[in-house]
């Protein structure tokens, strides 16, 4: 199934990349908590539900475009935790830095993710404590991995003084700048040890990312320790937390 997901993934980046590179200007519109939609979230999003209903079609679906009441998701144990375009604000900027995400949840924790980056042409995965990178044709699995001086990656588009604070007190290390869930797949991959978020984020933005990083040995913790639980809860709000090795 983790392959059908993949290619289901890379659809639906095939939809955004066409609206992407359109010579018309993108249009914007916005939902009612200010966060913006384009017409590649509502494509990537009717490929993608449509895809995991055939796939898996006893599966409940929550998408950021598409999320269910609470009475119908408050019981659910296993299901599927989708966001079509991660990073919209990095889409509407050209930048590159905008993933697609699906992520199974089962019992709470992400057993399986998928992060495509449809603009760099990078697709991770995990299942079963193992993840892998896939770039162009070349597939390795990935690991995290400590250095020192730490690589700590952070927000492009969210970045807050608590945070800058928190890097003030963090000594000797390099900070490097990205959007999306991307930063989830630095820490994985070995590239960065450290991703702190203060700023506010939504239980899809981050589970996709969460399945790779654990798979290739990070936690997922907030501030509190406790490792990030997709339970279903009314609100979709994660708590703060840090991607590291430790």
């Known amino acids: 199934m ?3 997901i993949c290619e289901l993934a890379i659809d639906a980046g095939s939809a955004i990349m066409a609206i992407y590179t359109a010579q018309e200007p993108l249009q914007v519109e916005h939902k009612s908590d200010d966060s913006p939609v384009t017409a590649a979230d509502i494509a990537a999003h009717n490929i993608i539900a449509a895809g995991l209903t055939r796939i898996t079609p006893n599966i409940p679906q929550l998408s950021e475009e598409a999320p269910p009441s609470w009475d119908e998701r408050k019981s659910w144990q296993r299901y599927w935790l989708i966001d079509p375009l991660d990073g919209t604000k990095e889409f509407i900027q050209r930048n590159g830095d905008f993933t697609v995400n699906i992520a199974l949840i089962e019992n709470g924790t ?8 449809p603009a760099k042409g990078l697709l991770y995965y995990a299942e079963g404590g193992q993840a892998w990178k896939k770039e162009g044709g ?6 995290v991995n400590d250095v020192t001086p730490p690589v700590i990656v952070i927000s492009r588009s969210h970045q807050d003084h608590e945070l800058l604070d928190y890097l003030a007190q963090m000594g000797t290390h390099e900070t490097v700048v990205i959007g999306s869930s991307l930063k989830f797949c630095w820490v994985a991959e070995g590239k960065a040890q450290l991703y702190p978020r203060f700023g506010p ?3 899809w933005d981050t589970a996709a990312g969460h399945a790779i990083a654990i798979a290739a040995g990070a936690k997922v913790l907030d501030w509190n320790g406790k490792t990030l639980d997709y339970t279903p809860k009314e609100s979709f709000l994660n708590p703060g937390f ?3 090795l430790f």
């Open 2 to 4: 983790l392959k059908q």
């Open 110 to 117: 992400p057993v399986m993710g998928v992060v495509y980056a």
């Open 138 to 143: 070349n597939i390795q699995q990935i690991h």
């Open 201 to 203: 984020t939504n239980t």
């Open 242 to 244: 840090r991607v590291t």
